[in-house]
C-alpha cells in the first residue's frame, strides 16, 4: 500500500501496571467504546487537559480587568491589546508546533506550552505586588502586566495544537480518534466553565494577587503529571526530517504491523 494508508503504531514507554500495556486505544473489536475508559493514558491525558484549562482559561479576564481598573480609557484600551498580543504570539507558537512536533517530540513542546501557565501566574503575582506599592499606577508596570500575554499565546497555540496530534498518537490504527478527540475536546470545555466561575470567585474573596498565586499552583498539577506520567507518544517508526518537509518509514516493520492490524 501507499505511505498515506500506512497506520501509524505509537510505541510508548509509560504503563500503569495494573491497566493493559499499550500505546493506544485498544483496537475495535465490538465493545471499543468501553475500553477506551480502561486505556491509562488516555485518561490521564483527559484529567490533563481538563486541568489545564481549569487553571488557565481564567486568567485572561483577571489580567484585563486588573489592567482596566483604575486606568479609565486606557484599561479599555490595554485590556483590548490583551487579546491582541496572545493571538500573535498563539499563531506564531501553533506554527511552530506543526513544523518541530515530528522533529523533535511531542512531549518537550507540550511541557513548554504547560509550563508557560505557572510561570505566567509567577510574573503576574510579583508585578501586581509591585504595583500595590503606587497610588498610581505607572505606564510601565501596565505594559509589562499586558507583556505576559505573550506567555497565554504560547501555552495557547501549544495545547491547542499538541493535544490534537497527542490524541492522534494515542488512538492511532484504532478507527476511534474522533471519539477520543471529543473526550479530550470536553474535558477542556468543562474545565474552561468551572475556571470562569473560580478564578471570578477567588478575585472577590481573595484578590487578583492571591488568585494568580492559587491559580499558579494549580497549573503545576497539569505539568506534573504530564512529565511523569505520560512518555513520548510520536511513532518511534516514524522519522521527519529536519526541513519538516518529508517523512521516511520502516516499511516493513509497519507493514508487519499493519498485518497485525487487520
Known amino acids: 500500500s501507499s505511505n498515506s494508508n500506512t497506520p501509524i503504531d505509537p510505541q510508548s514507554s509509560f504503563d500503569f501496571v495494573f491497566l493493559p500495556s499499550s500505546s493506544t486505544v485498544p483496537k475495535d473489536d ?4 468501553s475500553r477506551i475508559f480502561q486505556h491509562s493514558k488516555l485518561l490521564i491525558f483527559v484529567f490533563i487537559c481538563f486541568t489545564f484549562h481549569l487553571s488557565n482559561a481564567t486568567i485572561l479576564p483577571l489580567v484585563m480587568q486588573a489592567l482596566a481598573v483604575g486606568n479609565g480609557r486606557t484599561g479599555i484600551l490595554l485590556s483590548g491589546l490583551c487579546i491582541i498580543v496572545a493571538q500573535v504570539f498563539m499563531v506564531m507558537s501553533a506554527s511552530i508546533c506543526g513544523k518541530y512536533s515530528g522533529v523533535h ?5 507540550f511541557l513548554i506550552g504547560i509550563l508557560a501557565v505557572p510561570l505566567r501566574c509567577a510574573i503576574l503575582t510579583l508585578l501586581l505586588h509591585i504595583k500595590e506599592g503606587y497610588n498610581e499606577t505607572p505606564a510601565f ?10 506567555l497565554d499565546g504560547v501555552g495557547a497555540g501549544v495545547f491547542g495544537t499538541m493535544y490534537v496530534l497527542v490524541t492522534s498518537d494515542i488512538s492511532g490504527g484504532t478507527g476511534r480518534f474522533s471519539f477520543t478527540l471529543g473526550l479530550t475536546t470536553t474535558a477542556m470545555s468543562i474545565g474552561s466553565t468551572i475556571s470562569g466561575y473560580l478564578g471570578q470567585a477567588l478575585a472577590q474573596d481573595d484578590g487578583y494577587r492571591e488568585a494568580f498565586i492559587i491559580l499558579g499552583h494549580m497549573a503545576l498539577i497539569p505539568a506534573i503529571l504530564y512529565f511523569f506520567c505520560m512518555s513520548e507518544t510520536l511513532p518511534e517508526k516514524t522519522k521527519q526530517l529536519t526541513d519538516g518537509k518529508a517523512e521516511e518509514y520502516d516499511q516493513s516493520e509497519l507493514g508487519r504491523k499493519y498485518k497485525e492490524l487487520i
Open 141 to 150: 508596570l501596565n505594559v509589562l502586566i499586558l507583556s505576559t500575554q505573550a
Open 105 to 109: 517530540g511531542r512531549k518537550p513542546l
Open 30 to 33: 465490538g465493545n471499543t467504546t
